[in-house]
């Protein structure tokens, strides 16, 4: 990786459009493991635990979040999953047997390494998902998964959240393998559409930008935006919003899209955005359905869905982009290029100084 600019205005826009490779690398460490046969978790034995607890911080807990969906619907382990500040003082009862993740990209965020240290104190297994495989984190786990990303600048994070995810993918295709919740053909299958991300993605990011910058544009003026999606894109929609608030300044809320009835409805009207995020997975129709509440009550939908999806809805958005349709395992990976990109511009035409925003720190060491 370089580790300057290069062409780039910034170093965000630069990580983003480093992740085709950064995918590259993380696929070719942990996939030749899973296709040898190779236990990629050695001192973890995901075949006896009875369940997994996961703890990050800011968009290393989203990865988690994401995670905590594989990890139960194809290894059917139960993940117990929280903000690493709330996580260190809640006194969770957690089995001895039990194994614990820990994500971070910087490895030295204090509030991980304090939930880390919590899990270690009752007996846990230690993973460590980390970026900097010399930090604090690392060094305190009993193993280490590097995410490979190569050196993440700008404070907010892109390809390490990808990677995270791919690690995090892996790890549970491992363990559904390891538990027998899925058959040998089923991994196979789910290992051939993780290789295919690099590909995909390197065709979405040559593909998407002149649609984001345009939409981006009008995004600048508006005070809030919402983000909204189910399953996995439930994290990432929190993940869009996190992006936005933290680089634009603009207020944004991301909310699993079935609670919009509980709350965020009262606020719809044309002031505020809706960004549907629907790949045309298990549940589109149930998204669809709640896009037509929003389109309904006068709100602006802003619909990132991909070919299949964009064909079965017949909504008039504002704006619709379109990605390929992929294997649903991907979709995160994909949809977040767009909920990257988006802020990224959107940011920029604001004018704010996005590789080092205000008020906050690419690794946070304190309290
Ligand atoms: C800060 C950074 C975020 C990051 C979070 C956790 O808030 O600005 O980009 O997600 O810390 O950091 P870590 O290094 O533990 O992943």
Redesign the pocket.
Known sequence: YLTNKGKHRHFMEKEIYEQPEAIGHVLAHYVGLIENNADPIPSFDFASIPSLAIS??????LAGLIGKYWFERYARLPVEIDVASEFRYREIPLSPQSAALF???????AD?LASLRYCKKLGLKIGAIV?AAESSIAREADAVFPILAGPEIG???TK?FTCQLAVLAVLAISAARHRGTVTENEVQALVRSLAEMPRIMGQVLNSIQPKVELLARELSKYHDVLYLGRGTSFPLAMEGALKLK?ISYIHAEGYAAGELKHGPIALIDKNMPVIVIAPFDRIFNKTVSNMEEVAARGGRVILVTDEKGATASKLDTMHTIVLPAVDEIIAPMIFSLPIQLLAYHTAVFMGTDVDQPRN?????TVE
């Open positions: 990050a911080c800011g968009t290393a807990y994500i971070s990209q910087s490895g030295e965020t991980t970026n404070v907010a994070s390490a933290e906050l720190a690419k690794s946070v």
